[in-house]
């Protein structure tokens, strides 16, 4: 399909960190527009930082990260709340909070003294509502939804808030297989449907190879690689980030790459050995 061209997304020269810790350091990458991105790496590698970083939650010791040519500091923070979203780890929502009225609250960047709710305002949470699969569920607690129903919610309230850049850090942690796949088809939708570029941490490599078009490898706070999944899914880049031997086979659905793990229990048996009987059975 063809990619909606949407706003660009860099940074330059990021030095990140947090009180005497430094995460990064000279950090340079560059989102494409309109496309699903997906950082990988190690834990603490400094994924979820550079995320904070790219939302303006974190303030760069050096360098800036800049949205349209602009830096992100310049920005007043609703005109930045109006063009970038984000969904951080396992949100909460306060108790008793119904799902449209958390959906709603993605509307409040668009709000102000002299112009409150208004039927934009109403079309876009339905929109969002109906985008998610959450419309029959508006009127649930959130606290009483399954995993999957709830992270939906959330993302709903981020779509709600109809900003072209959406960043999400760790969507599919906790959730079971089939809430995984059901949360990555709906990011899916939503950069195919809607051309909104999406900015995503993962952990599961095989999910960020079908699911992205562009993924940025990190070790130590540095990108190691970038590119097409076929690109940067290699033996030799999974052994430096990761520290895993592996094998690399085509995905038999989706044809990008499939990492399979070689550990020390189920690697492949030299050439002439003999297999063990219980191996064979």
Known sequence: MDHVRGPELRADGLHLGYGDRTVAEGLDLAVPPGRVTAIVGANACGKSTLLRALARLLTPRQGAVR???????????????????????SPVAPEGLSVID?????????QTWWRQWSRGDEEAVHAALAATG???????????LSGGQRQRAWIAMAVAQGTPVLLLDEPTTYLDLAHQIEVLDLITD?????GRTVVMVLHDLNQACRYADHLIAMKE????????????IT????????????RIDPDPVSGTPMVIPLGRH???????????ASASS
């Open 67 to 89: 949205l349209d040519g602009r830096a992100l500091a310049d920005y007043p923070s609703r005109e930045l709340a109006q063009r970038l979203g984000i969904l951080p780890q």
């Open 102 to 110: 958390l959906v709603s609250r993605g509307r409040s960047p668009h």
């Open 134 to 144: 959450m419309t029959e569920l508006a009127d649930r607690p959130v606290d009483e």
């Open 190 to 194: 939503l950069n195919r449907n809607e």
């Open 221 to 232: 706070g540095r990108v190691v690689a970038e590119g097409a999944p076929a690109a940067v």
């Open 235 to 246: 033996r030799e880049t999974v052994a430096e980030v990761f520290g895993l031997r592996c």
């Open 266 to 276: 189920h690697a492949p048996a030299p050439a002439g050995a003999e297999v063990p």
